[in-house]
């Protein structure tokens, strides 16, 4: 697991991202064993991301030609994660401020348009930092699980994500491939119905 016992906070943060580079986000994470989905709300579309017991919401607010990275505070408890995260803030010219918090010193990154505009060493740290009020980042245990309804929608995506790279690893014949995107999409269909018997209590 890659939590850290500190989070990287991001602030102002804003990264354009295409649909091709979110594409390639998604197959990164999952290939790392994190599990995606898809919410929405009146304002944004959440990119849900889950590994163990920890659970990380992205917002990003839909264009015609790319999605847009938004947020005016985000904590990230995954070191993987956060450094994904920094590096579309690089590569898409994105805008925002990185806190990196360490036992020692704090470090203050600030972006603009992808570039480095200013590095900041500030002594001491936040170990006492709490997680009240951050809509961003929720645990399971929490209680504030998605509902039924909310939970197939969701599954739905992911189950389309996965046929589509069942397609590609077929069009490769990629037997390995095929193999881990079939067991996968068993589990999920598993767990959707599982899910779909709820709703008939």
Do not use: C
């Not at 998604?26 to 995606?36: D, R």
């Not at 197939?152 to 995107?181: P, Q, T, W």
Request: a negative charge; hydrophobic letters at 40%; zero cysteines.
């Amino acid at each position: 697991m890659s939590a850290i016992p500190w989070p990287t906070e991001f602030q102002e943060l804003s990264i354009k991202i295409t649909k091709r580079t979110l594409h390639q986000f998604i197959k990164n994470m999952m290939a790392n064993e994190y599990a995606l989905y898809w919410r929405y709300d009146s304002s944004f579309i959440y990119l849900i991301i889950e590994l163990e017991d920890l659970v990380h919401e992205l917002p990003f607010i839909r264009n015609e030609q790319f999605l847009t990275l938004k947020a005016k505070k985000l904590y990230i408890y995954d070191s993987i994660l956060s450094d994904v995260i920094e590096e579309l803030l690089q590569s898409e010219k994105g805008t925002g401020v990185v806190k990196r918090m360490t036992e020692g010193p704090q470090y203050v990154t600030t972006y603009e348009h992808g570039d480095i505009a200013s590095t900041v060493e500030i002594e001491g740290s936040e170990q006492g930092m709490a997680n009240k009020n951050v809509p961003m980042i929720q645990y399971k245990e929490n209680g504030k699980s998605l509902g039924p309804k909310t939970m197939i929608n969701v599954m739905n995506l992911e189950i389309n994500y996965i046929l589509m790279e069942l397609f590609e690893a077929m069009e490769e014949n990629n037997e390995e491939a095929i193999a881990e995107h079939k067991h996968r999409l068993k589990k999920l269909v598993n767990r959707r119905s599982q899910v779909e018997k709820l709703l008939k209590l």
